[in-house]
């Protein structure tokens, strides 16, 4: 938590401060507006013009009323100082002057750059912004002049170059669209672009492009936020755009680690709807198998119900395909077979599953194929039978294989790693876990981090290995939090399982030990969990990075190390006193300096190294 010393700290701070105490000499920052001139530094984006006319303003507000006033950034930041240039005196001419020296084509583009959140690529700005007014092969050359004027911010990655521009600016530049009429045709067209991006990604997940679709999809977050947000806001056509673009989105809610927030715009999606057609089925199918994640077994239960009903109005009126009704019976008996798996009663839940595999392979759905096999191997594990088990296992590993494809290879490996441990085969159990847990943390998919983490846990405790099974247990506490659901949502057998092994552990270290280790889990992240249980070792790309180290600049080694203490780019945000989507361009440009790929491997790299946080 911030205090009056993060003013010594902090440049953007430090500045607004001395420029608050020249308009305002009684002014000081205190504990108890640190906070508030904090987050008025991040939302102007640390820009200094913008900074000392918010620090003029302080003579007849405080910061926290400024700061409520800033959604009208450019009618408050309006007294800049009589001396100097009338195009720096007020926030809004210094922006004007620099948009009245840009060509007609850098304005367009410039006024349409307001419709994204966060950053975006080349590809999304040429297929949203160009019309005949701005040629798509023209895009790149006028990008390219944008940012050598600094109003577009170039991030460079080892894949790819994305683009972004400052809050301020496309603030300014969403006004001057609203101006020109542009406003409602750009969130039409970003919409649009949003819904087939991911529908792309449901159509080849289950491929080669599995981990690279929830990678771009994970960079595309906050774009994707702003789609949803357009489609519920929207007219009454935009409710099937809706429901399409919640539904596609699947992977990316369930397994790209944003279970709860996916779950949550489900909902408001199926409540504000009437278009009660195929896509609110497929809808309440993803929200049902959210919820039995989350280990809300009777709502999970209430959308495959309004499901079924919905599907039998469809099928009465003629308004549904029989491709469609096969489809979506099959999906409600997969996520009824799972209900019927976490609520403890696998032998039900095997006869559900093995129905819906057969529907599955007949109409040769990759997808409901893949989603029940790794279910089914792991219902044949909780009821112990090990031949079976092993037997849809190694079926699922070899069609995962085939379409090489790694979240299904992961399940696989976890449910070869129970019937391990089941069997008192710890040294296989902990082989399967670490190499499911591996896959898993290629895309952080939490639910099978936490999974394997679980098992790890168990098994160190069979070794007599207490203490680190404490802590791993702790780190497994921390991902179910996150994913706001607990081992319990996965059936009274596994959960009966695992606390048996923890209280042998809190029993064998006693309770002020364990609970001292489990705060120490709590408290590592992911990615250490990664070096500290995987046992990473230097591969040729970190020993490479070791040539880079002076590459990274100052604020880049502090946003480093508190990636390795297991930070959000959130919460690094609110430590240096940035702006979200400048510690975005941080972190991509560590990546590329380093030549690397992940958060695992700047945290790797800086535990190794212990570089102090200059």
């Given at each position: 938590?911030?205090?009056?010393?993060?003013?010594?700290?902090?440049?953007?701070?430090?500045?607004?401060?001395?420029?608050?105490?020249?308009?305002?000499?009684?002014?000081?920052?205190?504990?108890?507006?640190?906070?508030?001139?904090?987050?008025?530094?991040?939302?102007?984006?640390?820009?200094?013009?913008?900074?000392?006319?918010?620090?003029?303003?302080?003579?007849?507000?405080?910061?926290?009323?400024?700061?409520?006033?800033?959604?009208?950034?450019?009618?408050?930041?309006?007294?800049?100082?009589?001396?100097?240039?009338?195009?720096?005196?007020?926030?809004?001419?210094?922006?004007?002057?620099?948009?009245?020296?840009?060509?007609?084509?850098?304005?367009?583009?410039?006024?349409?750059?307001?419709?994204?959140?966060?950053?975006?690529?080349?590809?999304?700005?040429?297929?949203?912004?160009?019309?005949?007014?701005?040629?798509?092969?023209?895009?790149?050359?006028?990008?390219?002049?944008?940012?050598?004027?600094?109003?577009?911010?170039?991030?460079?990655?080892?894949?790819?170059?994305?683009?972004?521009?400052?809050?301020?600016?496309?603030?300014?530049?969403?006004?001057?669209?609203?101006?020109?009429?542009?406003?409602?045709?750009?969130?039409?067209?970003?919409?649009?672009?949003?819904?087939?991006?991911?529908?792309?990604?449901?159509?080849?997940?289950?491929?080669?492009?599995?981990?690279?679709?929830?990678?771009?999809?994970?960079?595309?977050?906050?774009?994707?936020?702003?789609?949803?947000?357009?489609?519920?806001?929207?007219?009454?056509?935009?409710?099937?755009?809706?429901?399409?673009?919640?539904?596609?989105?699947?992977?990316?809610?369930?397994?790209?680690?944003?279970?709860?927030?996916?779950?949550?715009?489900?909902?408001?999606?199926?409540?504000?709807?009437?278009?009660?057609?195929?896509?609110?089925?497929?809808?309440?199918?993803?929200?049902?198998?959210a919820a039995a994640v989350q280990g809300d077994f009777a709502g999970s239960h209430q959308r495959l119900r309004?499901?079924?009903?919905?599907?039998?109005?469809?099928?009465?009126?003629?308004?549904?395909?029989?491709?469609?009704?096969?489809?979506?019976?099959?999906?409600?008996?997969?996520?009824?077979?799972?209900?019927?798996?976490?609520?403890?009663?696998?032998?039900?839940?095997?006869?559900?599953?093995?129905?819906?595999?057969?529907?599955?392979?007949?109409?040769?759905?990759?997808?409901?194929?893949?989603?029940?096999?790794?279910?089914?191997?792991?219902?044949?594990?909780?009821?112990?039978?090990?031949?079976?088990?092993?037997?849809?296992?190694?079926?699922?590993?070899?069609?995962?294989?085939?379409?090489?494809?790694?979240?299904?290879?992961?399940?696989?490996?976890?449910?070869?790693?129970?019937?391990?441990?089941?069997?008192?085969?710890?040294?296989?159990?902990?082989?399967?876990?670490?190499?499911?847990?591996?896959?898993?943390?290629?895309?952080?998919?939490?639910?099978?981090?936490?999974?394997?983490?679980?098992?790890?846990?168990?098994?160190?405790?069979?070794?007599?290995?207490?203490?680190?099974?404490?802590?791993?247990?702790?780190?497994?506490?921390?991902?179910?939090?996150?994913?706001?659901?607990?081992?319990?949502?996965?059936?009274?057998?596994?959960?009966?399982?695992?606390?048996?092994?923890?209280?042998?552990?809190?029993?064998?270290?006693?309770?002020?030990?364990?609970?001292?280790?489990?705060?120490?889990?709590?408290?590592?992240?992911?990615?250490?969990?990664?070096?500290?249980?995987?046992?990473?070792?230097?591969?040729?790309?970190?020993?490479?990075?070791?040539?880079?180290?002076?590459?990274?600049?100052?604020?880049?080694?502090?946003?480093?190390?508190?990636?390795?203490?297991?930070?959000?780019?959130?919460?690094?945000?609110?430590?240096?006193?940035?702006?979200?989507?400048?510690?975005?361009?941080?972190?991509?440009?560590?990546?590329?300096?380093?030549?690397?790929?992940?958060?695992?491997q700047i945290a790797s790299w800086m535990n190794r190294r212990s570089i102090p946080d200059c």
């Amino acid at each position: 938590m911030l205090d009056e010393t993060a003013v010594r700290r902090f440049d953007s701070l430090a500045f607004f401060n001395d420029r608050a105490k020249a308009s305002s000499p009684e002014f000081r920052i205190t504990n108890e507006n640190v906070a508030a001139a904090a987050e008025l530094c991040i939302q102007l984006d640390g820009i200094p013009l913008a900074l000392e006319l918010a620090a003029s303003r302080l003579r007849s507000l405080s910061v926290t009323q400024l700061l409520k006033r800033l959604k009208s950034r450019f009618a408050i930041l309006s007294s800049g100082s009589p001396t100097a240039p009338p195009r720096q005196q007020t926030l809004r001419a210094l922006i004007d002057w620099s948009y009245d020296l840009c060509t007609s084509e850098q304005k367009v583009l410039w006024r349409r750059l307001s419709v994204f959140a966060g950053s975006t690529d080349l590809d999304a700005i040429e297929r949203i912004c160009s019309d005949e007014n701005l040629s798509q092969s023209s895009v790149l050359e006028v990008v390219d002049s944008l940012v050598a004027k600094s109003i577009l911010i170039a991030i460079v990655t080892p894949n790819s170059v994305r683009y972004q521009v400052l809050e301020t600016i496309r603030q300014y530049a969403l006004e001057r669209a609203q101006d020109v009429g542009e406003e409602a045709t750009l969130r039409r067209r970003h919409c649009q672009y949003y819904l087939e991006l991911s529908q792309s990604s449901a159509e080849q997940f289950w491929s080669h492009k599995q981990n690279e679709w929830i990678s771009r999809l994970r960079s595309e977050h906050e774009n994707l936020r702003a789609a949803l947000t357009y489609c519920v806001a929207g007219t009454e056509s935009s409710e099937v755009s809706a429901l399409k673009l919640v539904t596609a989105l699947r992977f990316h809610w369930m397994l790209g680690g944003f279970v709860s927030e996916g779950r949550r715009w489900l909902d408001l999606i199926l409540a504000a709807s009437t278009d009660y057609g195929t896509e609110m089925c497929r809808a309440l199918c993803v929200a049902a198998w959210a919820a039995a994640v989350q280990g809300d077994f009777a709502g999970s239960h209430q959308r495959l119900r309004e499901c079924t009903l919905l599907l039998e109005e469809l099928k009465t009126a003629g308004n549904i395909s029989e491709t469609d009704v096969d489809d979506i019976e099959t999906q409600i008996q997969t996520w009824s077979g799972a209900l019927l798996l976490f609520g403890g009663n696998p032998s039900s839940a095997a006869s559900m599953f093995e129905k819906a595999l057969a529907r599955d392979r007949a109409a040769n759905r990759i997808e409901g194929t893949m989603l029940v096999l790794c279910q089914l191997s792991i219902t044949y594990a909780l009821m112990a039978d090990f031949s079976r088990a092993e037997e849809v296992s190694a079926e699922s590993i070899t069609l995962s294989d085939k379409v090489r494809e790694t979240y299904v290879k992961s399940v696989a490996l976890w449910s070869k790693a129970c019937c391990a441990w089941s069997q008192g085969n710890l040294k296989r159990a902990l082989e399967y876990a670490h190499e499911s847990l591996g896959r898993a943390l290629v895309f952080d998919d939490k639910v099978m981090t936490a999974l394997n983490l679980e098992v790890i846990s168990s098994a160190l405790v069979e070794q007599t290995k207490y203490e680190d099974a404490a802590v791993i247990r702790g780190v497994a506490s921390r991902v179910w939090e996150v994913l706001e659901s607990s081992i319990a949502s996965f059936g009274p057998h596994l959960a009966g399982a695992h606390e048996k092994w923890a209280k042998r552990a809190d029993k064998a270290l006693g309770s002020r030990a364990y609970r001292e280790a489990l705060t120490r889990g709590y408290r590592m992240s992911p990615d250490e969990v990664r070096a500290r249980v995987l046992g990473l070792e230097v591969s040729e790309r970190d020993a490479a990075s070791d040539r880079d180290v002076g590459a990274l600049t100052k604020r880049q080694h502090q946003v480093a190390a508190l990636i390795a203490d297991g930070q959000s780019n959130r919460e690094i945000a609110d430590n240096l006193v940035l702006s979200t989507r400048t510690v975005e361009g941080h972190v991509e440009s560590i990546l590329a300096k380093l030549g690397m790929t992940s958060r695992t491997q700047i945290a790797s790299w800086m535990n190794r190294r212990s570089i102090p946080d200059c």
